[in-house]
Antibody, heavy 120, light 113 residues
Framework: QITLKESGPTLVKPTQTLTLTCTFS??????????VGWIRQPPGKALDWLAL???????RYTPSLRSRLTITRDTSKNQVVLTVNNVDPMDTATYFC????????????WGQGTLVTVSS | DIVMTQSPDSLAVSLGERATINCKSS????????????LAWYQQKPGQSPKLLIY???TRESGVPDRFSGSGSGTDFTLTISSLQAEDVAIYYC?????????FGGGTKVEIK
């Protein structure tokens, strides 16, 4: 059974750095084709893909936020970490991590999401 | 970036009736080497995470009821719920995974009439 769970702060001040951790089980991020990604959803709005990391440590970012995002993995801990620098109230959203079993599938499994509020 | 446009924004359908949601991509998401469109559909119920329904535009994910079907190729796609059930009330999103940045449509809210 594949599970993913996001963790991190619920409240962050503007200009600070947000660090979110996705802890997963049921698959290996060393398996060919596998990827883990981050998607966020502002309250009442649509889904917005942020970043993903592949089994070979290749990474992709959404261009509009590329300068502020970093995605890394710790395969020994089965974790993927997303950092967002210089946060703004517009970054207030529920952040999801998700698993993709190969490049031909969509996001097969999702975490429950974690709501992050950016406010002073 | 590939822009995904869904229509309508919302629709109300009677129980047991058909619901149809459209999704259009600003450029083709058809991968020529395997003739598959890299288009997925998700269902998001209130307060829940999205759930993958369809990938490759028309391949149903394991465990998804067969009343859900996807069709289309290239730039124009459709998600059909053949006989709407009460548990299908949700927002439905299309997403292209042909090329980065991966992009979602704006969502279609399905309600019971």
């Amino acid at each position: 059974q594949i599970t993913l769970k996001e963790s991190g702060p619920t409240l962050v001040k503007p200009t600070q750095t947000l660090t979110l951790t996705c802890t997963f089980s049921g698959f290996s991020l060393n398996t060919n084709g596998v990827a883990v990604g981050w998607i966020r959803q502002p309250p009442g709005k649509a889904l917005d893909w942020l970043a993903l990391i592949y089994w070979d440590d290749d990474k992709r970012y959404t261009p509009s936020l590329r300068s502020r995002l970093t995605i890394t993995r710790d395969t020994s801990k089965n974790q993927v970490v997303l950092t967002v620098n210089n946060v703004d109230p517009m970054d207030t959203a529920t952040y999801f991590c998700a698993y993709r079993r190969h490049s031909s599938s969509g996001w097969v499994s999702w975490g429950q999401g974690t709501l992050v509020t950016v406010s002073s | 970036d590939i822009v995904m446009t869904q229509s309508p924004d919302s629709l109300a359908v009677s129980l047991g009736e058909r619901a149809t949601i459209n999704c259009k991509s600003s450029q083709s998401v058809l991968y020529s080497s395997n003739n598959e469109s890299y288009l997925a559909w998700y269902q998001q119920k209130p307060g829940q995470s999205p759930k993958l329904l369809i990938y490759w535009a028309s391949t149903r994910e394991s465990g998804v009821p067969d009343r859900f079907s996807g069709s289309g190729s290239g730039t124009d796609f459709t998600l059909t719920i053949s006989s709407l059930q009460a548990e299908d009330v949700a927002i439905y999103y299309c997403q292209q995974y042909y090329i980065s940045p991966l992009t979602f449509g704006g969502g279609t809210k399905v309600e019971i009439k």
